[in-house]
């Protein structure tokens, strides 16, 4: 049972030399990680996807690639309470670059796999970006019909 679920995206876009960049949020707290935030009532995990992605990041032109639903776990403390965290990623390509960061972060970048992996501050961030570029270079992944916003 969890005390906390969230939902995030590993957001990517295909630049103009056709490689794949990942954005990665600068948090407050200085960790780097994907944008994500927790379920309100009423809200399904892609509708958490959607306003989190737009409310984190002013994006909102977003598909959410099908397929594609990894689930982390972690405890953290929070006044003195130990909560049971859920996140859940899905993964959503953009056409934006530009980037409008709420007050929850400080900086953003747009990353090649490998440089996001080297900045992501968590093992399971990591772990979720691995799978999440290693699902784009399917080839079957192609043929996946997608959300759109």
Do not use: C
């Not at 030399?17 to 927790?38: R, V």
């Not at 995990?45 to 690639?65: A, H, K, N, P, Y």
């Amino acid at each position: 049972m969890y005390d906390e679920i969230s939902a995030g995206a590993v957001l990517y876009l295909i630049d103009e030399n056709s490689e794949i960049m990942y954005l990665i949020l600068n948090y407050n707290y200085g960790h780097w990680d994907f944008p994500k935030g927790n379920m309100e009532l009423g809200e399904t995990e892609i509708d958490t996807v959607f306003r989190e992605v737009s409310e984190e990041t002013g994006i909102v032109d977003l598909q959410i690639i099908n397929g594609f639903r990894q689930q982390i776990s972690y405890k953290y403390r929070k006044k003195s309470k130990l909560v049971n965290k859920a996140v859940i990623y899905y993964l959503a390509e953009t056409k934006s670059k530009k980037v409008v960061l709420s007050f929850e972060h400080v900086n953003f970048e747009w990353q090649t796999f490998e440089k996001a992996l080297q900045k992501l501050s968590f093992e399971n961030s990591k772990r979720v970006l691995r799978m999440a570029n290693e699902f784009l270079l399917t080839p079957e992944s192609m043929k996946r019909s997608s959300v759109k916003s």
